[in-house]
């Protein structure tokens, strides 16, 4: 298997909702990221966790909720999000020597 | 402070022409990853290749080739007889071991993106 599967692909949330992302790989990595990508422009890291732990936060508000309960999995919690927040969510996964590095197909949200 | 730049914004081409993207990069690492990436209007990133600092040799896949220049800190990327399938925004990517509180990490950082639009 060498996916990295999101979940859902679409979610349209009001500003008061909340919601979540899903990511899942099962290709053995212990790295796994969050990057945000506005409309024409490049993605941008939000956060990386390397063996199940947050190891960078790039400055990111904390409406941005993440978590990776195992090996697995990493979710992304969403709570009083702004209609600028609307984005595709994209998560990638890799070795920690940072071989391998593979994005899901991401998650288009839009935030009303 | 790493940076990619992609200084085509678009290109068009006719099918069948060749086209070339240009990515140019910064880094102070001697140990680095350069990646080219396809977004179709779908929205996924596809991966093309991965090169690593060590490595100069060109590569070519199909119709894609790519021309990794230490000298001149390019990777650039050229598609052959074009088809309309390659419409697509193409991102280069530069990955450098970065500290965090887990350990090293690798970043990658993208180039804006080239819009290329292949028509018939």
């Not at chain 1, 941008?44 to 909720?65: D, G």
């Not at chain 2, 990619?4 to 099918?15: L, M």
């Amino acid at each position: 298997d060498t996916e990295v599967t999101q979940t859902p692909k679409h979610l349209v949330m009001g500003m008061t909702n909340k919601k979540s992302l899903k990511c899942e790989q099962h290709m053995g990595h212990r790295a796994m990221y969050w990057y945000k990508q506005k409309a024409k422009k490049p993605p941008e890291l939000m956060f990386v966790y390397s063996y199940e732990k947050l190891s960078i936060n790039e400055s990111v508000p904390s409406r941005f909720s993440p978590e990776c309960p195992n090996s697995s999995l990493l979710n992304l919690h969403l709570h009083a999000l702004q209609p600028e927040d609307s984005a595709l969510y994209l998560c990638a996964s890799s070795q920690v020597t940072g071989y391998g590095y593979t994005f899901g197909s991401g998650t288009r949200l839009t935030v009303v | 402070a790493q940076k990619v730049t992609q200084a085509q914004t678009e290109i068009s081409v006719v099918e069948k022409e060749d086209v070339t993207l240009d990515c140019v990069y910064e880094t102070r690492d001697t140990t680095y990853y350069l990646f080219w990436y396809k977004q179709p209007p779908s929205g996924e990133l596809v991966f093309l290749i991965r090169r690593n600092s060590f490595d100069e040799q060109n590569e070519i896949s199909g119709r894609y080739s790519w021309n990794f220049q230490k000298s001149t800190s390019s990777f650039n990327f050229t598609i052959t007889a074009s088809q309309v399938v390659d419409s697509a925004v193409y991102f280069c990517a530069l990955s450098e071991a970065r500290e965090g509180s887990g350990g090293s990490n690798y970043k990658l950082t993208f180039g804006k993106g080239t819009l290329l639009t292949v028509n018939p």
